[in-house]
């Protein structure tokens, strides 16, 4: 079954620290992997997906299929990053359905 | 920047009691989605509609739940009996492409509580 891990419940770092946010995920195909954001008292969003390749605010995540992993990254955190992380996968095949990680919540203190 | 809606924003209900909750999905979308989320816990599938009709349902969604797009614009998710492992945060969604290859747009959510 495919599923996703986010080992870390809570993380904390001061402002201007890198930051990663670890999601794992398990699945044997090909996978499409997003990062999802809640910031408080506002609804969740999209951050990134790996298939654009793209950088959001500062965030990349690469795809990692030998580890099966795909990570946030931010080389300077800044204390507006301070929400609640969602990863979570889809896959092609017809399902339509996302996965979601339990959410990692990012605290960036000044 | 058109958003999805949702109401209530929060209800409170008695065990056994039917509930209804409405959407709005952004107007141009195709796929519209529920999910959960009961506290402390992931955020969970439900449901996906796409072209008038249910295109993939989770093992949560029994036969005491039921969607519906009355109209052109609500999507209605209604649970016939509430019971007390219902409550959690209901999440509407909708997508122009799908979410697969596209965004996901979601509601503020709805906060059950049931009693």
């Known amino acids: 079954a495919q599923r996703v891990t986010q080992p870390e419940k809570l993380l904390s770092v001061f402002k201007g620290a890198p930051v990663e946010l670890k999601c794992n995920y398990s699945?044997?195909?090909?996978?499409?992997l997003f990062w999802y954001v809640q910031y408080s008292r506002q609804r969740l969003q999209l951050l990134l997906r790996?298939?654009s390749r793209e950088s959001i605010k500062g965030f990349t995540a690469d795809l990692n299929k030998g580890e099966t992993s795909f990570h946030l990254k931010k080389p300077f955190a800044q204390e507006e990053d301070s929400a609640m992380y969602y990863c979570?996968?889809?896959?092609?095949?017809?399902?339509?359905?996302?996965?979601f990680g339990k959410g990692t919540k990012l605290t960036v203190n000044p | 920047e058109p958003e999805v809606t949702q109401t209530p924003s929060h209800q409170v209900t008695q065990m056994g009691q039917e509930v209804i909750l409405r959407c709005v999905p952004i107007?141009?979308?195709?796929?519209f989605y529920w999910y959960r989320q009961i506290l402390g816990q992931k955020v969970e599938f439900l449901v996906s509609?796409?072209?008038?009709?249910?295109?993939?349902k989770s093992e949560i969604f029994d036969d005491q739940f039921s969607v519906e797009r009355p109209d052109g614009s609500n999507f209605t998710l209604k649970i016939r009996s509430t019971k007390l492992e219902d409550s959690a945060m209901y999440f509407c969604?909708?997508?122009?492409?799908?979410?697969?290859?596209?965004?996901?747009?979601f509601g503020e959510g709805s906060r059950l509580t049931v009693l």
């Open positions: 969604a909708s997508s122009d492409l799908g979410q697969n290859t596209g965004e996901l747009f």
């Open positions: 699945y044997s195909g090909s996978p499409e």
């Open positions: 790996h298939i």
């Open positions: 979570a996968l889809s896959w092609q095949g017809g399902s339509e359905k996302l996965v």
């Open positions: 107007s141009n979308h195709l796929y």
């Open positions: 509609f796409y072209n008038n009709e249910i295109s993939e």
